[in-house]
């Protein structure tokens, strides 16, 4: 079926909900890096959330994709998945994401009796912390690309590039907010 010039399809809505939480997560992710090197930043908590609930609708739209996927490789009866290995280079990197995700909402505080309390950061929390770096790396420059087709802008190339850049720059400074917070914590 045919799409009716400016209707507004699930990718596009995928990609705005995708620029949405990249902005939300620059942010989160600077102002926490600010907090666990002892500078400050508040509110990354209610950002957070925020970005949480864009990132369930991105999930939502990306299982359905790739449920239309299978479905397409169950009636063809082919696979394709090395002519498809970044689709599934792009699945496996979310899921990746979303597993270290989990991990990075209970690895800094507890309730205990009402009460918030920090947790240790070892070097345990600090792997998973330095794992979840990775794979938003992975999955961040794996998208990239389709992310500025679905918008439709023009000088693909010198825009990825720029857009790279900046993620690994906020992505270091995140990953050395975590190293400088487990440092603070053996220290």
């Not at 947790?119 to 792997?127: E, K, T, V």
């Not at 770096?133 to 693909?156: D, M, Q, Y």
Request: charged share 15%; no cysteine; glycine share 8%.
């Amino acid at each position: 079926m045919k799409r009716k010039p400016g209707r507004f399809s699930l990718r596009k809505l995928n990609a705005v909900v995708t620029a949405l939480i990249m902005l939300l997560f620059a942010v989160h992710g600077v102002l926490g890096a600010f907090q666990m090197l002892g500078a400050g930043g508040t509110g990354h908590k209610r950002i957070a959330r925020i970005m949480a609930a864009l990132i369930l609708v991105h999930v939502i739209i990306g299982v359905k994709y790739t449920m239309d996927s299978l479905k397409v490789q169950r009636k063809t009866g082919t696979a394709y998945f090395k002519e498809n290995r970044l689709f599934w280079a792009r699945r496996i990197s979310g899921l990746s994401v979303m597993v270290f995700m989990f991990f990075h909402m209970s690895s800094f505080t507890t309730a205990v009796d009402g009460q918030t309390r920090l947790l240790p950061f070892n070097s345990f929390r600090l792997a998973l912390q330095i794992l979840l770096v990775l794979s938003l790396a992975v999955h961040i420059i794996s998208n990239v690309k389709p992310l500025l087709i679905s918008f439709g802008v023009k000088r693909l190339r010198e825009r990825a590039f720029d857009i790279l850049f900046v993620v690994s720059v906020l992505l270091l400074f995140m990953a050395g907010g975590f190293a400088v917070y487990y440092l603070r914590w053996r220290l």
